[in-house]
């Protein structure tokens, strides 16, 4: 079946330590975006990408980072320098047209310790 | 700015209605999604509108008034299984997704 599969489900990290959380979807979609989820607070985006080789910050990229090397992964780097890592993380794809809907992943919830 | 707002919590009676709110502000617009989301899991695509009027799907609807900035979703006949957020998001002039806090729904027996 189609889908967008991430992984780990539950992290745990300590503080300093760098993680990555993995997004892999085979839908064929062109476009992956990262997303954190905080109670109480929408959806913010942290990267998107629209192509191969090509991604951009959103509105929260500080102390992230990606990379786009496959049109099927789009993984994301939780680095030492994110002052709040825990949260909940979704990586989401959309299809070619502009105002089609988001897939979304089942989530990564993080916890720094 | 961009800005949704929409309730923070609604409490309805299985079998009942409930409508949720949705106002938005956004530089341009090119329409507007809910998505459902069980907690702790993967939000659901449940409508779009982008012209003014009522869609219907099922026991869900979603409505869309542009000139106000203003959406609702309907749920009909509640179910148990209704307990979810709902998730309203804008698309604004750059095709970005301008995402409401969610609306956290209670059914009650």
């Known amino acids: 079946d189609g889908g967008i599969t991430q992984s780990p489900k539950y992290l745990f990290r300590k503080e300093g330590q760098n993680v990555t959380l993995s997004c892999e979807q085979n839908?064929?979609?062109?476009?992956m975006y990262w997303y954190r989820q905080d109670p109480g607070q929408g959806l913010r985006l942290i990267y998107y990408?629209?192509?191969?080789?090509?991604?951009q910050k959103g509105d929260i990229a500080e102390g992230y980072s990606v990379s786009r090397e496959k049109k099927e992964s789009f993984p994301l780097t939780v680095t030492s320098a994110q002052k709040n890592p825990t949260a909940f993380y979704l990586c989401?794809?959309?299809?070619?047209?502009?105002?089609?809907?988001?897939?979304f992943g089942e989530g990564s919830r993080l916890t720094v310790l | 700015g961009q800005n949704i707002d929409q309730p923070t919590e609604m409490t309805a009676t299985e079998g009942a209605i409930v409508q949720i709110n949705c106002t938005y502000q956004?530089?341009?617009?090119?329409?507007l999604f809910w998505y459902q989301q069980h907690a702790g899991e993967a939000p659901t695509f449940l409508s779009y509108?982008?012209l003014d009027g009522l869609e219907e799907k099922g026991r869900f609807s979603s409505f869309l008034s542009r000139s106000k900035g203003y959406s609702y979703l309907l749920l009909k006949e509640l179910q148990m299984k209704d307990s979810a957020s709902y998730l309203c998001?804008?698309?604004?002039?750059?095709?970005?997704?301008?995402w409401g806090a969610g609306t956290k729904l209670i059914i009650k027996p």
């Open positions: 989401a794809s959309k299809g070619i047209r502009e105002t089609g809907e988001l897939f």
């Open positions: 839908l064929n979609h062109d476009a």
């Open positions: 990408s629209q192509i191969v080789n090509d991604f």
């Open positions: 956004t530089s341009g617009f090119n329409g």
């Open positions: 509108n982008v």
């Open positions: 998001a804008a698309l604004d002039s750059n095709y970005q997704l301008i």
